[in-house]
């Protein structure tokens, strides 16, 4: 039972990695893909806090806090030197890890406030985007969108980041990656006027 658990915990997030990849690829390219064929996105708090590369998030608190506990409440043998040394060092373990954890969902949860029930729907025919906000709607055509400011850290193995879209009308609005078929608005407007700013926490203020 025990080995059946860990083979679970190490591998059944890796096979829904590859079954979503396959997903999005056959969703993205080909004949069904969203220049051909009407679709529908909808982001919901589970595809938003909840994406794979999201989970390593939370395994960052969960390992943090076991470290945590180790270093209140683990047994050291009085024959083991410098025992408050290694309390400290787990307690700096399980500091760092819950810390960054938690400074990461605060970080979604700052992104999720934009973007909090966003519907994004596709018009191959017309070559046209409608982006249902909570409190507007957005019909996007070809030229609408000015330009695009990109916040992001830079970071490839952990990247975190928001989109800032200006339009022609004087409207805006602000996408996270971790938006539901965000990647739809590339498709449709190619070479769009991109600014990067670095900041390594992208919080909207």
Do not use: C
């Not at 683990?74 to 819950?98: C, N, Q």
């Not at 909570?134 to 992001?152: A, M, N, Q, W």
């Amino acid at each position: 039972m025990d080995t059946l658990l860990v083979f679970l915990i190490v591998f059944a997030p890796f096979v829904w990695y590859i079954w979503r990849m396959l997903r999005f690829t056959k969703d993205t390219i080909g004949g069904n893909s969203p220049l051909k064929v009407s679709r529908t996105f909808i982001t919901t708090p589970w595809n938003y806090f909840f994406q794979f590369e999201g989970l390593f998030t939370y395994y960052f608190i969960l390992i943090g806090s076991f470290f945590f506990k180790l270093a209140l409440f683990m047994h050291i043998s009085y024959t083991e030197d410098h025992p408050l040394l290694v309390r400290l060092w787990f307690l700096a373990i399980g500091l760092v890890a819950m810390g960054f954890g938690l400074l990461v969902v605060t970080l979604d949860i700052n992104h999720w406030q934009y973007v909090e029930g966003l519907v994004i729907e596709t018009f191959p025919e017309q070559r046209e985007l409608e982006l249902t906000f909570t409190d507007k709607v957005l019909r996007l055509r070809e030229g609408d969108i000015e330009r695009v400011h990109v916040y992001h850290n830079n970071n490839i193995k952990f990247p975190l980041a928001y989109m800032h879209y200006y339009l022609r009308t004087g409207d805006e609005f602000i996408i996270s990656p971790k938006t539901k078929g965000y990647w739809v608005i590339d498709q449709y407007f190619q070479n769009l006027p991109t600014e990067y700013t670095r900041s390594r926490f992208p919080f909207i203020r």
